[in-house]
């Protein structure tokens, strides 16, 4: 087994940027209780106003009046791992996120279908760049040393136990992982690098350092296997956005929308699964929520489809109130079938597949604007059409017209030419009793038209259809 | 010269008059009626193009006129999710049993409500999507321009449009590529533009119109 340290060094901060409008002006992250409240993380331009992380909120003030401060928020940042850890999922299945900050991902397994390490490695580099997360990765056949190599190195590979046990050996102390305090006794007995450690008599040495360490120094050389605890993608997604200032146009919601729905996207390929129906949480001020559910007829993925659709949603919204969060909830997840298409077939630019057209046709004029047309078994005209497709049935072989009337209406017209009939249909005696003698009519003008009239009257036809 | 067109693709581009009518390739889109493939230069329906038919009522023949060609279309495709006949804004509900009847495969068959605003918008996106073989639709205000938008929108999509208009529309030039008008007394079909040729003069009788 090979092992992937994937080490996110500022993934509370990363969380914050990625969503921010603004990301390259000045931004620190503020934690700490209201009385003392210091700087948790800054970002590159905060840094060059002289904000370091540690500051408290007064001396930063005094350095730099004009930057943005979010609060610090652990259960972000907890969203955020697990989002990664999702992420990380479609390139392996072992994927754990117990250790802080960090995801640890076996990846032998993966490299029949990924291609060798530097590929793999140039794609998770490559992905975790486009979803705005630094990250240093480190590959050891264990992840406990994967995790310790990842403390000094980056993109550092070691596939083979002996070339662990060098790099272990140059590892300072300090890099190592060890708690701070067994750190700080090795340091005073002189020891510098984990080789020394190592060279110890391991009797003496479990004297000196108890047996937790000795364990954990057995971890790093892969001498004591330890399982991990490892992540199961969650079969909700939930991402929220919240904004610090208020949102009145649905305009504004975009950028966010597209963020999530991105970040959906990415879900839903670790899952390799596509998504049918989504609700979008719109909250504002003292609770209270507007919902818009996106409904699709079958499940897909794409980010850019699944934006199209939330956004043709979205925009006609008028929005009552200004708007502080904006959540997306996808809980119907069904497995995701890609429509076949054949490899020789020349389409035109711009073509869509059907589905796709009528998401967008959906989209803007409502959901029920779409429908397919199905013969049912029923003489009665009215009932004789369902828009089921899935439940047919086989046509009656009788003259009927082309365009039927939803309500019949008075025919009037004096010189009306019966072609043909009449042709009796009854309601059934179970429900409203209706029987009436059908006629093919020619009207004055030259139309032909199905028309009634009531049983054992002899008033003016009722239009029921045209042959057209 | 700086390059030497070729003569071929000279008189292929039609901005040569040669003053003889010129040999085309017959339509794929046979209209089913001998009649009328007869009276159109290119034997058929202008392949991806707008055709309008102009009606001055309700329930003269519309159908009737492309039932033959819809029922060709639905049974050419095999059972690809793809290849739909798309009605926008149909004015009455199209009876499932007569149309199965006239040989159209339902299931082919998709009708989309629109608002009378959303029509031609709603068109224009069936048309350019290459996902249906043939789009029927019933605009109710269409300008020269809407008309234009739709045609090119036939061209992108390779996809056989109809446009169901009013008859009085007959006199206001449009870009459809076909339009034929239908006439009730005496009921018969008049062809009043057509791309690659001239009209015919005489108008076809509607009974003429039998396979």
Known sequence: MLWACILLPQLALDGVLRRHAEPDQPLALISGPSQRRVLHAVNKAAEAEGLRAGQPLTTAQTLCHHFAKVDYDSAEVERAHDFLAAWAYRYGSLVSRSVASTLLLEVEASFKLFGPWPRLEARLRSDLSELGFRHRIVLAPNPWAARALANQHDGLAISQQVHLQNALGQLPIDASGLPHDVCENLHRMGLRTLQQVFSLPRTALGKRVGANTLQQLDRLTGALPTPLPYFQPADVFKARIEFNYDVTSSQALLFPLRRLIDDLAVYLAGRDGGVQQFLLRLEHDRGHVTEVSVGLLAAERESSMLFEFARGRLEPLTLDASVCALQLIASDLPAFVPAGRDMFDARPQQAMPWQQLRERLRARLGDDAVHGLAVRADHRPERSWQIDVQKKSSPLPLPRPGWLLKQPIPLRDHRLRILAGPERIESGWWEADVRRDYYVVETSMGQRAWAYRPVGELGEFMLHGWFA | ?211
């Not at chain 2, 230069?41 to 492309?66: C, Q, T, Y």
């Not at chain 2, 149309?99 to 224009?124: F, H, M, S, Y």
């Not at chain 2, 996106?125 to 020269?144: G, H, I, K, T, Y």
């Not at chain 2, 206001?172 to 690659?196: E, F, H, M, Y």
């Open chain 2, 1 to 211: 010269m700086a390059s030497v067109v070729a003569l071929d693709s000279l008189l292929d581009s039609r901005r040569v008059w040669r003053g003889q009518p010129q040999q085309r390739a017959p339509s794929k889109q046979p209209t089913g009626f001998a009649a009328l493939d007869s009276q159109l230069p290119s034997g058929g329906w202008p392949e991806s193009a707008l055709s309008e038919l102009l009606l001055p009522m309700d329930g003269i023949g519309e159908l009737r006129l492309l039932w033959p060609t819809l029922a060709r279309l639905s049974q050419a495709g095999d059972a690809s999710p793809d290849g739909k006949i798309a009605l926008i804004a149909p004015p009455y509900l199209p009876f499932a049993s007569a149309w199965a009847n006239a040989g159209v495969r339902l299931e082919k068959l998709q009708i989309v409500l629109a608002q009378p605003r959303d029509v031609l918008w709603a068109t224009e996106q069936c048309l350019r999507s290459a996902a249906c073989v043939a789009v029927l639709c019933w605009p109710l205000q269409a300008d020269d321009r809407a008309l234009r938008r739709l045609q090119v929108a036939a061209e992108t999509g390779q996809c056989l449009g109809f446009a169901m208009r009013d008859a009085k529309a007959a006199a206001n030039p449009s870009p459809a590529a076909l339009r034929i008008v239908i006439d009730t007394a005496p009921a018969q079909l008049r062809v009043i533009k057509c791309r690659g040729g001239n009209p015919p003069t005489q108008p076809i009788p509607l009974s003429a119109l039998a396979r």
